[in-house]
């Protein structure tokens, strides 16, 4: 949905395998299947108390305290790992979901490793290891573990939501729609595939669909967290935008959980003229996703819209590469006064959708972290930044490569060393990195970037052509269609570049370039 993220919602499957069958047994059952942790607990404490067997009944409390959000509940029961024999697969499985939560993954991975040679081959435990593989920088073989998990069960709900998350991932939403529609079909009232199936559609501008599944999903699970979220874009959508943040609002701590909230909220407060507190919000955001294009755009306008135009040139003139930027930068002098500089800025923001890569500068010295011997993902990034920034790209491609070395089932890492390589003059090494890296996870940004090196190679139409798929799967991507026009004006299809530029101002998104083409 419009500038909706992803909504990656964790399943919380059911139990299996083996269990006491007396008294309430199937009450607490489908009390887990249904995310009832508080109801399941209940139950099963009754079970306890009438004489049943701890160890037996460990594996599922330990599960009730999880869905309630109870790590250290679910510690006392899990931890010592004293299963009974016939439910052992299931408490290693809940072990090993407890420690990921609490991000020990080598532990977590263990535990799902002993749930599998406990014959615990089920579909829930595959898409456990599939997402503790992707949090691990594992992506390629999370994927592989989708795979297994849907081969195990072709319509468990968890397994298809995972699937089509990773699908949506590395192909858009059009391509993940089909999973989330399977899954809807077989379990109409599963919250987390409602929410993401919601989320899906809206992405896809599909907004009545969106409506129905929404008011499922307040059916089901009027408490969900997603509830008024997905209300309030679509009242926002609606144009109804005192509702939009009345839902928020109602929502209590709805804009920390959802960092969408909030920029939502920044939309509505510039929609409404309250130009000032919609840049606070975005500034927020933005400290938080410094690399988040689209949030810097949309604080950018929030800041000329209003008057802000030194903090705007302050902020954004070393971005003014960017064509978007540059016509920000210009205005701003323009409307300070400095008609010379505006008139660079503006000059260059007319040119053309030709696609340009610049190097996010870093504040870390290009040998600081492998000094202290740090290579975590996060710490590797800001060394090959600090080492383009400086003109050392051998350096950086040997480092981002290393990298990849080390995690070579990270799209992450792949995109990185194309980055690397890309600098250092390598497109078409540049481009196999980002094509690795776009199998798991196409992102906006990395599309751009395998376009910026299409173009460098040469190969404009093939450029063009894979923004133009990107644009399919994601339709309310205002950027791409921006992108996307401007490349159109250049081979003279004004047509198609027409209905793209009124595509992008009903998102809220002008260009010079196309102001011409009405």
């Known amino acids: 949905m419009l500038l909706l993220p992803a909504l990656l919602i964790l399943a919380a499957c059911g139990g299996v395998g083996g269990g006491d069958r007396e008294g309430h047994a199937g009450d607490w059952r489908a009390m887990l299947r249904a995310g009832d942790g508080v109801g399941a607990e209940v139950a099963l404490r009754s079970e306890l108390a009438a004489g049943g067997d701890r160890r037996r009944f460990a594996p599922y409390l330990g599960e009730a305290e999880l869905l309630q959000g109870d790590t250290a509940a679910a510690v006392g029961w899990l931890a010592p790992a004293d299963f009974a024999p016939d439910v052992a697969a299931h408490g290693y499985h809940m072990l090993g979901r407890l420690r990921m939560q609490q991000g020990d993954f080598p ?51 968890a397994a ?22 399977r899954g809807f079909q077989a379990a109409p009232r599963d919250p987390g595939l409602l929410g993401e199936y919601a989320a899906t559609l809206g992405e896809l501008g599909r907004n009545s669909e969106m409506l129905e599944v929404v008011r499922v999903l307040a059916e089901v699970n009027p408490l969900h967290p997603k509830v008024l979220w997905l209300q309030a874009v679509l009242a926002a959508r609606a144009g109804d935008a005192d509702l939009a943040r009345s839902l928020l609002q109602r929502g209590g701590d709805l804009d920390r959980e959802i960092p969408a909230a909030k920029l939502l909220l920044a939309l509505i ?19 938080t996703q410094p690399d988040n294009t689209r949030i810097a755009m949309l ?32 205005r701003a002098h323009e409307a300070l006064g400095d008609r010379a500089k505006a008139a660079r800025y503006l000059d260059r923001a007319r040119t053309s959708g030709a696609m340009t890569l610049r190097v996010v500068p870093s ?13 975590d993902g996060a710490t590797v990034v800001r060394e090959v930044r600090a080492s383009l920034t400086q003109g050392r790209s051998d350096d950086a491609r040997r480092k981002a490569q290393a990298f990849l070395n080390r995690v070579p089932g990270s799209s992450d890492a792949a995109a990185l060393a194309g980055d690397a390589a890309f600098e250092a003059g390598d497109a078409r090494g ?22 910026a090196a299409y173009d460098r190679s040469g190969r ?36 198609r570049a027409r209905t793209l530029a009124a595509r992008a101002r009903t998102l809220g998104r002008n260009d010079p370039l196309l102001d011409g083409l009405e």
Do not use: C
């Open 107 to 157: 532990a977590a991975g263990r535990a799902f490793d002993r749930a599998l040679g406990e014959k615990g081959d089920q579909p829930d435990l595959w898409v456990d290891i599939g997402r503790l593989r992707w949090r691990g920088g594992e992506q390629v073989q999370a994927i592989e573990a989708s795979t297994r998990a849907l081969e195990l069960g072709p319509d468990d709900p």
């Open 160 to 181: 298809l939501l995972f699937r089509a998350q990773l699908v949506r991932d590395a192909r858009g939403n059009a391509a993940a729609l089909p999973l989330l529609q």
């Open 269 to 287: 407060d510039m929609d409404n003229g309250n130009y000032e507190s919609a840049a606070q919000g975005l500034d927020r955001l933005l400290r």
């Open 299 to 330: 604080l950018g306008r929030a800041l000329m819209l209003g008057g802000n135009n030194r903090e705007l040139v302050a902020r954004f003139a070393d971005r003014a590469d960017a064509p978007y930027f540059a016509m920000l930068v210009g």
């Open 363 to 375: 504040g870390t010295a290009a040998d600081g972290a492998a000094a202290g011997g740090r290579f």
């Open 430 to 451: 540049a481009l196999a990195l980002y094509r690795q890296a776009a199998s798991v996870r196409k992102l906006w940004t990395l599309t751009k970037r395998m376009a």
């Open 460 to 495: 404009p139409a093939e450029a063009t052509a894979l923004i133009a798929s990107h644009l399919e799967g994601e339709p309310l991507n205002a950027d791409a269609a921006v992108v996307l026009a401007r490349r159109l004006v250049d081979r003279g299809e004004l047509a």
